[in-house]
């Protein structure tokens, strides 16, 4: 099952949803992403295995081409959109409690932003290299955020902005969350974000692509990956 796992990658990777996807033109006529997930699960391959030898291994191939600008937004939504395709058919058995995820990242834009290009390419990114991701959409308030750390402890907090009117926001979000659960992990991003205000407004990461985010994830100690795995079960419960 090797070669097969070894070919689901490759079709994340350069964004072969399915058979009758026309993209990449040289992979035309080919089992995509689809097709082949169905394959290895018939199998008996488990869930967590086709995550992790497959999901991980393409999403992170494209999320280093993407930050050395090798590939670009649409080749990464492609992408996307072939590791969505085979996450629809590993979330139920995920759900159903025999396959673990790596932990729980909640995404937002900030109150008073309404864009979303960059929030739905870090999520994307983020479940496809193996974290369950809660996605709170636009104009997310602190509030908002606070109301899932309560229902989900030990969640990685998200927080995106576009507009440099609405980092403003940003700040306001970090430090009302940081006083009522001081060791929360938030990571920052967008376009006018830098690390200097990441540390001016006391969060834990600013990467400027969503590689950077998955990496720091990965890279959290591992009791806290512990916690966040539990977390990511009940979720799932």
């Known amino acids: ?6 070919k689901l990658a490759e079709c994340v990777e350069y964004g072969k949803i399915n058979k009758v996807s026309p993209f990449p033109p040289n992979m035309k006529g080919q089992d995509g992403a689809e097709e082949i997930t169905k394959q290895l699960l018939e199998a008996g391959v488990e869930a967590s295995e086709v995550l992790e030898k497959s ?8 999320g280093v081409k993407f930050r050395e600008n090798k590939v670009f937004v649409p080749q990464v939504l492609m992408a996307a959109k072939a590791m969505s395709t085979s996450m629809e058919q590993l979330k139920p058995l995920f759900a159903e409690g025999n396959n673990s995820r790596k932990g729980l990242f909640v995404i937002g834009t900030v109150e008073g932003d309404l864009h979303d290009i960059g929030k739905n390419l870090v999520a994307m990114m983020v479940e496809g290299n193996g974290y369950e991701v809660i996605d709170l959409g636009t104009d997310v308030n602190a509030d908002a955020f606070m109301e899932q750390v309560e229902k989900t402890p030990h969640c990685v907090l998200g927080l995106s902005a576009l507009l440099t009117t609405t980092m403003v926001n940003m700040e306001k979000i970090v430090k009302e969350v940081k006083t009522r659960y001081p060791e929360q992990k938030i990571c920052v991003g967008g376009a006018p974000v830098n690390q200097d205000f990441c540390e001016k407004i006391g969060a834990d990461s600013y990467n400027p692509d969503p590689q950077g985010v998955v990496e720091f994830l990965d890279n959290m100690e591992p009791n806290i990956n512990r916690k966040l795995m539990a977390s990511s079960q009940r979720l799932v419960e």
């Open 1 to 6: 099952m090797d070669d097969v796992l070894k």
């Open 55 to 62: 999901l991980i291994v393409g999403m992170s191939k494209i």
